[in-house]
């Protein structure tokens, strides 16, 4: 199920943190002009909101240099939670979660202002603990190739875009391992979706794909958002095509597994759990798959032609919370500098080492 063309990748291993270089978007398949481009569900959206935005995160590989805290105790929350699915719940399960938080929050400190604090990370995971010990989710976890289906990375072919075309960047910019500033010829894209489900369950209904969201937002926007989400029926497309054939037709849907921290309240209340079941039929599926291949071939088309446009809106323009909304506004000229300074960074992130 794995392209041929794309790198190896290990399964089934607990999560360590490794340090990544940039990212680039393409890979050279050796003495051919194809190349392979893995697509991820958080690149990509960027450029379902923006495609200048797309432009800058996914080319030129550029991000705001910003604190990451809310993101970092998502991650976090993950790593436990892999302990409990890998494990089951027990005494030396809650004393390596209780080690982790320590762990954390001595490489990745807090302000003194911040409410999302190792020791709010220990009652969160406390009361989630408590809440779902009779869940029976670790019994339930799906084993495949012997290993437990517990944040587990994929890559799985899309489609292939011709494009016989020169492509107006350098090539150093857009592929990896190569330093030429000429314009490179591209034949044909090898589009490769990759990711990492958080777990897979198997009980008396089928198989389900569980997802779960740290967030600061609740209620039934948050529900109805992710109804038809392509990154939730992205992971069941892939949940789908990683079974063997006889299980396909098994694979249900999604759980969103929500906990929902906000900064503690006077009554001393501020996390809340929740968990939401979305049934996705196979038309749906398809339809993800059909968006999606149309989505990488718009991005493309764009860089074929050197230009992606920015999309500002008002009243409900995402512009004042995007990691651009400082260099939009500058002269195209000075555009590439302000990149290229220590406002920004270089974009690492990669699920499949996440």
């Known amino acids: 199920m794995l392209d041929p063309l794309s790198v190896s990748i290990p399964l089934g291993q607990p999560t360590t943190k490794i340090v990544m270089p ?25 450029f379902m909101e923006c495609p200048r935005r797309g432009q800058n995160k996914i080319i030129l590989a550029r991000e705001l240099a910003k604190e990451q805290t809310a993101t970092n105790f998502g991650r976090l929350f993950h790593q436990l939670e892999e302990q409990r699915m890998r494990y089951g719940l027990n005494d030396e ?82 592929v990896k391992d190569v330093v030429s500033d000429d314009f490179p010829y591209i034949r044909n894209i090898h589009v490769i979706y990759v990711g990492k489900i958080d777990t897979g369950l198997l009980d008396a209904t089928g198989i389900w794909v569980v997802d779960s969201k740290t967030s600061s937002r609740g209620g039934r926007e948050f529900e109805e958002a992710f ?39 006077k009554t001393g209340t501020g996390t809340t759990f929740s968990r939401h079941t979305y049934f996705y039929s196979e038309d749906s599926i398809q339809e993800w798959e059909d968006n999606m291949k149309a989505i990488v071939s718009d991005f493309i088309s764009h860089m074929q032609r050197g230009y992606f446009p920015q999309h500002s809106r008002s009243f409900i323009s995402p ?30 992130w990669n699920p499949m080492y996440e």
Request: charged fraction near 25%; charge should be negative.
């Open 227 to 265: 109804r038809l989400s392509l990154q939730t029926r992205g992971y069941v497309w892939a949940m789908k095509r990683i079974v063997e054939e006889s299980l396909r037709d098994k694979v249900m849907g999604l759980i969103m597994n929500a906990i929902i921290i906000r900064p503690l309240t």
């Open 22 to 46: 940039r990212k680039t978007m393409l890979t050279r398949v050796p003495d051919t002009n194809d190349y392979i481009w893995e697509v991820d569900y958080s690149s990509i959206s960027s």
């Open 93 to 174: 399960v809650k004393k390596q979660q209780h080690e982790k938080i320590d762990e954390h929050f001595s490489t990745y400190p807090v302000s003194p202002d911040e409410y999302r604090t190792g020791s709010r990370m220990v009652d969160v995971i406390n009361k989630y603990n408590e809440i779902h010990a009779t869940d029976n989710y670790p019994e339930k976890v799906l084993i495949i190739d012997g290993q437990p289906f517990v944040e587990r990375p994929f890559k799985l072919e899309l489609c292939t875009i011709e494009v016989n075309s020169v492509i107006p960047y350098p090539e150093q910019l857009l």
């Open 319 to 348: 512009c004042a919370h995007c990691d651009y909304s400082e260099n939009c506004p500058l002269p195209r000229s000075q555009r590439a500098a302000d990149l290229a300074s220590p406002l920004y960074r270089d974009v690492t």
